[in-house]
T-cell receptor
Framework: KQEVTQIPAALSVPEGENLVLNCSFT??????LQWFRQDPGKGLTSLLL?????REQTSGRLNASLDKSSGRSTLYIAASQPGDSATYLC?????????FGTGTSLTVIP | DAGVIQSPRHEVTEMGQEVTLRCKPI?????LFWYRQTMMRGLELLIY????????DSGMPEDRFSAKMPNASFSTLKIQPSEPRDSAVYFC??????????????FGEGSWLTVV
């Protein structure tokens, strides 16, 4: 069974810093890897989707990379802002379902 | 599209009562997922449907939980009888074709359940 791990569980950075969130998965036979954002009291919103044949995807200040062979994905956030404070979850898609990590809670301090 | 719609948004009920959570997936999506989220265990997959058929219900905690999808536009998750440990946020999500190539998953806003 696919297992997805996210480290660290929580991260606090000052505004303006660049930061990296990590996601690892045990089974490389995935169709895609997605990053989600969850604000308190809300559902999950998809940020970036990387197909298994791709290496990275970018959206604005966000860049996600995928290395299937090592079972890793990273989410890079450039020039962090207080509005980026949220929980970030990654999910590996495969076998007709999605396997979620436990998330990284990010706080950006003004 | 209105997105995945869940009801109720919040429910407080007494132990032993029946709870029914409802979900309307995005039109045209043929995979539907029920997740439970708690601080202790994170996001857990309870059950998912493909073309209205339950594919994997191994995440359903016990016989007190049941889920149905009578048609492509409606699903229910029922807890009977409810217990305080069932208190959590229950998310419904849908996807065009599950976790296969190119597909993302769309979440509802969740149903916040408190059992006292």
């Amino acid at each position: 069974k696919q297992e997805v791990t996210q480290i660290p569980a929580a991260l606090s950075v000052p505004e303006g810093e660049n930061l990296v969130l990590n996601c690892s998965f045990t089974d490389s036979a995935i169709y895609n890897l997605q990053w989600f954002r969850q604000d308190p009291g809300k559902g999950l919103t998809s940020l970036l989707l990387i197909q298994s044949s791709q290496r990275e995807q970018t959206s604005g200040r966000l860049n996600a990379s995928l290395d299937k062979s090592s079972g890793r994905s990273t989410l890079y956030i450039a020039a962090s802002q207080p509005g980026d404070s949220a929980t970030y979850l990654c999910a590996a898609g495969g076998g007709n379902q999605f396997y979620f990590g436990t998330g990284t809670s990010l706080t950006v301090i003004p | 599209d209105a997105g995945v719609i869940q009801s109720p948004r919040h429910e407080v009920t007494e132990m032993g009562q029946e709870v029914t959570l409802r979900c309307k997936p995005i039109s045209g999506h043929n995979s539907l997922f029920w997740y439970r989220q708690t601080m202790m265990r994170g996001l857990e997959l309870l059950i998912y449907f493909n073309n209205n058929v339950p594919i994997d219900d191994s995440g359903m905690p016990e016989d007190r939980f049941s889920a149905k999808m009578p048609n492509a536009s409606f699903s229910t998750l029922k807890i009977q009888p409810s217990e305080p440990r069932d208190s959590a946020v229950y998310f419904c999500a849908s996807s065009p074709r599950g976790g296969s190539v190119g597909n993302t998953i769309y979440f509802g806003e969740g149903s916040w359940l408190t059992v006292v």
